[in-house]
């Protein structure tokens, strides 16, 4: 039988936030919103049943583990839902949730070890045999990069791309080599900033490539689903625009 929860802290802000506050509301489970301190006057602080402010601006705010689960106690939260983005696929804030009896809303330790890290998820698929497209597994220098570009890659364009997190943050194509420092700064700088790790690998660059994605849900018990697949190709800046299921067949 899946846990039912009483109170849960959303540990995540904006669009998202009042996404999750609106469902809680509707399954009768009370919840805390945080909020930065230049984020006092955003609007999903009115529409929780508690709003409580972090110490901090901006993203940082929002990546401290310890003061979230600090907060989640002090309100008698029995969960964390992080959303997306932030802390979704910190394998550490999974970890230290389950260590202090918080339910954390999203994969356990485990399987963000593997699925977290983008170069483990490469070496689970490629034990699992799922074809891949040439990259390298580990994070890698800048120098390793432009190595990979020049002499794995035969000069053809890269992706390089943020080893945590996801949602089009820490990702950028090159199709020249001397673009590639630039690149390579402004991803680490940016996966740092809302992943809080600026370690990056390579991969080389899918062109013209459909975005197809199959969610697969499970509630803790066991019980596995799916949602069937969406289209998600229309991008711009790597962020999803519009999801379409089924996926169209043009």
Known sequence: MSKTFKRILIANRGEIAIRITHTLSAMGIGSVAVYAEDDKNSLHTTKADVAVPLKGKGVKAYLDIEQLISLAINNQCDAIHPGYGFLSENVDFSRQCENK???????????????????????????????????????????????FFEHKNNSKPIMIKALAGGGGRGIKPVNRIEDIEQAYNQCQKEALAAFGCGDLYVEQLVEQARHIEIQVIGDGTGAVNHLWERECTLQRNHQKLMEVAPKSLH
Not at 111 to 120: H, N, P, T
């Open 101 to 147: 009896g918080i339910t954390f809303i999203g994969a356990n330790p485990h399987v963000l070890s593997l699925l977290g890290d983008k170069a483990q998820a490469r070496e689970l698929s490629i034990s699992c045999k799922v074809p891949l497209v040439q990259g390298l597994n580990n994070s890698l220098t800048l120098d390793e990069v432009i190595d």
